[in-house]
């Protein structure tokens, strides 16, 4: 298990606690920081304005609305991992709504083994997004400094005629 998940901020959205005494059961406290919980959708997004977490746990249905379409407006908006839990006669309908968009979802009741599983996943996945990031952010400060080498070469060989071999080494001098 890796150090660094105990920076993992996790938010649990449900109705019942019995996701939290899940989460308390599976996830060992020196390992991960303990879970924020809200009971609503409408709590989660008032607590998403002022925080950022990494994983978003979401046990449909919700006092509000089912959960789904929260769900999916999180991934459009949100770097975050999803799990979604739904009972089993809803789990087709809603892995048909939620296809394609990053939302991993699991039908309920299932295995802790499952659950804890599914977070690593997600952490996982997360980490590697971040690592992607980084590695694209590096690349465009690569590009932006090429092009101000390239602008500022053009502009000796437009105003004081050098050539450009002549430019180039005159910045590489500078």
């Given amino acids: ?7 993992f901020r996790i938010l649990t959205v449900s109705d019942s606690d019995r996701i939290d005494r899940l989460l308390a059961e599976i996830l060992p406290q020196n390992a991960f920081s303990p879970p924020t ?21 979401i046990n449909t249905p919700l006092q509000d609305e089912f959960g789904t379409q929260f ?36 039908s309920k009741p299932c295995s802790k083994s499952v659950v804890y599983q599914a977070i690593v996943l ?3 996945m997360q980490n590697k997004l971040l690592s992607m990031k980084k590695k694209t952010a590096s690349l465009q400060a690569k590009m932006d400094e090429i092009r101000t080498v390239n602008h ?10 050098m050539n450009e071999q002549a430019a180039h080494r005159f910045i590489e001098k500078q």
């Fill in 1 to 7: 298990m890796r150090n660094d998940w105990k920076n």
């Fill in 37 to 57: 919980t809200v009971h609503s959708v409408g709590q989660a997004k008032r607590l998403l304005v002022q925080s950022v977490f990494d994983i978003i746990l």
């Fill in 71 to 106: 769900a999916l407006e999180l991934c459009e908006k949100n770097d975050v991992g999803i799990l979604l839990f739904t009972k089993s006669d809803c789990f087709e309908e809603v892995l048909s709504m939620t296809e394609g968009s990053g939302i991993f979802v699991l």
């Fill in 122 to 124: 997600l952490m996982s």
């Fill in 152 to 161: 500022a070469k053009w502009l000796l060989i437009d105003r004081l005629k």
